[in-house]
């Protein structure tokens, strides 16, 4: 059964730091794309990162230059480092497996249960 675990959120002071985990128990990579995605009250869910399985990665414009997603397929675990981190940035942050649709949620198949991050100014 396929699992995606999240972890490595926190409360930081704006400009701060944090690095979110996601294991990926027992997924096999058979699609193309594993992503973050995030969702704060009142808001649409929005795609911040993505990594295509050949390594390519690909960032929303707000996050750009901010935010790195990097993979350790050995470990099966996909990071979200975030940098500069702003209060806009603070939201509920979901990583999100299996998909041939980069920023799409509705292709995605599994899903974590997700991380909260709150950036205070």
């Known amino acids: 059964q396929v699992q995606l675990v999240e972890s490595g959120g926190g409360s930081v002071q704006a400009g701060g730091s944090l690095r979110l985990s996601c294991v990926y128990h027992e997924y096999t990579g058979r699609r193309d794309y594993i992503a973050w995605f995030r969702q704060s009250p009142g808001k649409e869910r929005e795609g911040v990162a993505a990594?295509?399985?050949?390594?390519?990665?690909y960032y929303t414009t707000s996050v750009k230059g901010r935010f790195t997603i990097s993979q350790d397929n050995a470990k099966k675990t996909v990071f979200l480092q975030m940098n500069s981190l702003k209060p806009e940035d603070t939201a509920m942050y979901y990583c999100?497996?299996?998909?041939?649709?980069?920023?799409?949620?509705?292709?995605?198949?599994?899903w974590g249960r997700g991380t909260q991050v709150t950036v205070s100014s």
């Open positions: 999100a497996a299996d998909s041939t649709r980069m920023f799409d949620w509705n292709y995605y198949n599994y």
């Open positions: 990594i295509y399985r050949s390594g390519i990665t």
